[in-house]
């Protein structure tokens, strides 16, 4: 797994309501740490690795298709999933003002 230094942006932990699903994003989850090309996501459901998932942030309107890049298992038995999701199509205006580096501490590798 890459360092902290190694990742092309730094992640940033923030809870942010977010959108997912594999036709439409009609899912509601949560964010638990964010970075320009992805996020961890705390799901209603799993998905398999290298599935595509669309995800929208209601805050911006933003939608963009991510591919499952790490599965995490059910947190305890609550029936969430955490997922790390990459944005295929990353841009700065999906998370808005939500992601600003150097304004949070750095989450952890």
């Not at 439409?24 to 970075?35: F, G, K, Y």
């Not at 996501?41 to 942030?57: A, D, F």
């Not at 599965?71 to 939500?98: C, I, M, Q, R």
């Amino acid at each position: 797994m890459p360092s902290a230094n190694s990742r092309r942006s730094p992640r940033i932990v923030r809870v942010l309501a977010v959108l997912v699903g594999t036709d439409a994003p009609d899912l509601p989850a949560h964010t638990r740490v964010i970075n320009w090309q992805g996020a961890l996501i705390m799901s209603p459901r799993p998905w398999t690795l290298e599935t595509r998932v669309h995800m929208h942030n209601p805050k911006t309107g933003f939608t963009s298709l991510c591919r499952v890049a790490w599965e995490g298992g059910e947190e305890g038995s609550t029936g969430v999933y955490k997922l790390g999701l990459e944005l295929l199509h990353a841009s700065p205006d999906f998370w808005g003002d939500d992601y600003a580096p150097g304004h949070d501490a750095e989450a952890g590798a």
